[in-house]
């Protein structure tokens, strides 16, 4: 079975590779870093994500979108010892926050965010776009999350707005 996920998963990301993965980039950790950085601001930009250099650090880009005139939604990557789980593997679990912007550099602490589950409606989204091999396969889990995200975006975004209004009337 693990074999046939493992097919199933390489099929897919040949399918979706575009050959960004083929180029010179290396599967160690600041190749990782640096692969997901060229393949959100090729494709998150289309969702007005684009690379805060005001909030990212070395391995931990963020990108970011302005909400309103003091919050951010962010993608990040929260958990680097999945994203580098082995120098074979990896894990790809994106995070969506809230976040206000002032919140730069420093790592948020808890409470300074809100972090947005939108994956969890679909189940079993996260078990099939999570695991990656090679710079392909990541590219596919990151397109993945990009095309769910932009199903739900206006529905998060407004609600988003929505409550901010309320907050701050």
């Known amino acids: 079975m693990i074999e046939a996920e493992r097919g199933v998963l390489e099929d897919e990301a040949q399918r979706c590779?575009?050959?960004?993965?083929?180029?010179?980039?290396?599967?160690?950790?600041?190749?990782?870093?640096?692969?997901?950085?060229?393949?959100?601001?090729?494709?998150?930009?289309?969702?007005?994500?684009?690379?805060?250099?005001?909030?990212?650090?070395?391995?931990?880009?963020?990108?970011?979108k302005a909400t309103t005139d003091d919050w951010h939604l962010c993608r990040a990557i929260e958990e680097p010892r999945f994203f580098f789980f082995s120098p074979f593997e990896g894990r790809f679990e994106p995070f969506l926050e809230l976040r206000s912007?002032?919140?730069?550099?420093?790592?948020?602490?808890?409470?300074?965010?809100?972090?947005?589950r939108y994956a969890a409606a679909v189940p079993g989204y996260f078990s099939g776009y999570r695991e990656f091999f090679d710079l392909d396969q990541l590219e596919r889990a990151v397109q993945a999350h990009l095309y769910l995200y932009s199903l739900?975006?206006?529905?998060?975004?407004?609600?988003?707005?929505k409550v901010l209004g309320d907050v701050t009337a």
């Open 17 to 64: 590779a575009t050959g960004l993965g083929k180029s010179t980039r290396t599967f160690d950790s600041n190749g990782r870093y640096a692969f997901f950085t060229a393949v959100m601001e090729r494709d998150a930009a289309s969702l007005g994500f684009r690379y805060d250099k005001s909030k990212s650090r070395s391995n931990y880009p963020v990108f970011s």
């Open 101 to 116: 912007r002032e919140l730069a550099k420093n790592r948020p602490e808890s409470g300074e965010l809100l972090f947005i």
């Open 152 to 161: 739900m975006a206006t529905v998060v975004e407004d609600g988003i707005k």
